[in-house]
């Protein structure tokens, strides 16, 4: 498969567990090369797509393909080209980081040793683990964990990369590295990225999708869904004690404090009174009031 002709199809996807909850409802989803973010909160079904997009459970209904490969029943052909993060894996924390890199690369099929020890070694400093390869797992830190588990997904040269929810815990110096590290992979394959964290989504994808109670409510660009709300966000700094009414006055997507007093932004096309101004919106608006139900453009944002 060329990298040209990359493309993840995900039709009428659907999954309802067995004590019925209702994970995955209807969801259709275009994914072109590059990086794409899957934002929602936890619960909204992010995990569920990830692992069946990962051949690790089934739908009820639906079609995926990626290209010409029918990921729901083909799925020995999906893991040959498919490099998978999960939101949480375990490590062996006594194993070295090139020799547990170096028997992942034998079970995902590289037996020749000289190539598989040159596979091992670029990974590494593509990783920028090398210089801690002769280092014990156990004493990574978060980030390098991430980063590792990254090594060990890059396997096989993957054209489908799945990441869920991959920064979380992470401090901020770590998390540009990682970032960094997911930008450049989004050049070659289809790399997802499954999170709840706003930035991670501004700051990386060029594509995007908000999912919440299994639902696709929105699929745009990042900057276009952040123009199409451009005039209809406004602030106001109020006591605490002054929320229930503004809430009830006001179509409220989200507060924050600072200071010791509450920040409210506001979705309305016209002026919401003289105590509020406008503000320049970014993706975490588009991504409140797409979630209030405010936001009224649900599925693909246009120029």
Known sequence: ???SELHLSIRNVSKTYPNGVLALDHVSLEIPKGMYGLLGPNGAGKSTLMRTLATLQEPDSGEITLGEINV???KAEVRKTLGYLPQ???LYPKAKAEELLDYFAVLKGLTNRASRKEVVTALLKQTNLWEKRKQKLGGFSGGMKQRFGVAVALLGNPRLMIVDEPTAGLDPAERVRFLNLLSELGEKSVVILSTHIVEDVSELCTRMAI???GKILLEAEPLKA???IQGRIWRRVIDKDQ???VERDHKVISTRLLGGR???HVYSETNPGPAFEQVPPDLEDVYFSTMAGVNQQKREVRP
Do not use: P, S
């Open 211 to 213: 999912i919440n109670k």
């Open 1 to 3: 498969m060329l990298a």
């Open 72 to 74: 729901i029943h083909q």
């Open 243 to 245: 929320l229930l009414a």
């Open 262 to 264: 509450t920040v409210v």
């Open 226 to 228: 952040v123009a199409k």
């Open 88 to 90: 949480e894996f375990g």
